[in-house]
């Protein structure tokens, strides 16, 4: 697409160009079931009314709405367009796996982190709490690494909130 970029729209200067390019992007975006004639007379066709009504986005297209070269730039830059998002919408599934595969080696180098780490205070706090709460016996947690006591918590939690759960 970017390739295309340089070689349309040469008479406009850098803001006019970077302004159509934007608009036709989006305009291909939200329309990706129409084909590229379609997208282009449905541009072509707002624009010339919204000249005729004298509140065009582009005023600048009043000279060159009818010119061939820029027809023929219009429909090269809104094929690529479609080109580009056909494309990326064709590889969503290997983008989410890709980021499903990141989301479980943070959570993995995540746990190899706590596994080395002692536990912080509210941990044993709150595991302390839990014991008393459910009158069980306390394990040693100066040996426990900060992934363990995250676990052993865990395991508690899941034991008892049936049962308290049948209690009250």
Do not use: H, W
């Not at 992007?25 to 009504?53: C, H, I, M, P």
């Not at 986005?57 to 056909?86: A, G, H, M, W």
């Amino acid at each position: 697409m970017y390739q295309i970029k340089s070689r349309i729209y040469l008479d406009f200067d850098k803001t006019q160009k970077s302004g159509i390019c934007n608009y036709l992007r989006a305009l291909v975006k939200q329309n990706l079931e129409l084909t590229s004639s379609e997208l282009l007379e449905k541009f072509l066709g707002d624009e010339k009314y919204y000249l005729e009504l004298n509140s065009s986005r582009f005023p600048f297209l009043s000279e060159v709405i009818d010119n061939d070269d820029f027809v023929q730039d219009t429909k090269l830059f809104i094929i690529e367009c479609k080109r580009y998002y056909e494309y990326k919408e064709s590889q969503r599934p290997f983008i989410e796996k890709q980021k499903e595969y990141e989301k479980k080696k943070r959570k993995f180098l995540q746990e190899v982190k706590m596994s080395k780490e002692k536990p912080t205070q509210k941990q044993i706090y709150y595991y302390d709490k839990l014991c008393k709460r459910y009158s069980l016996e306390k394990k040693d947690v100066e040996n426990l690494s900060k992934l363990d006591l995250r676990d052993e918590i865990e395991r508690i939690i899941n034991e008892y909130s049936g049962f308290s759960a049948e209690v009250n």
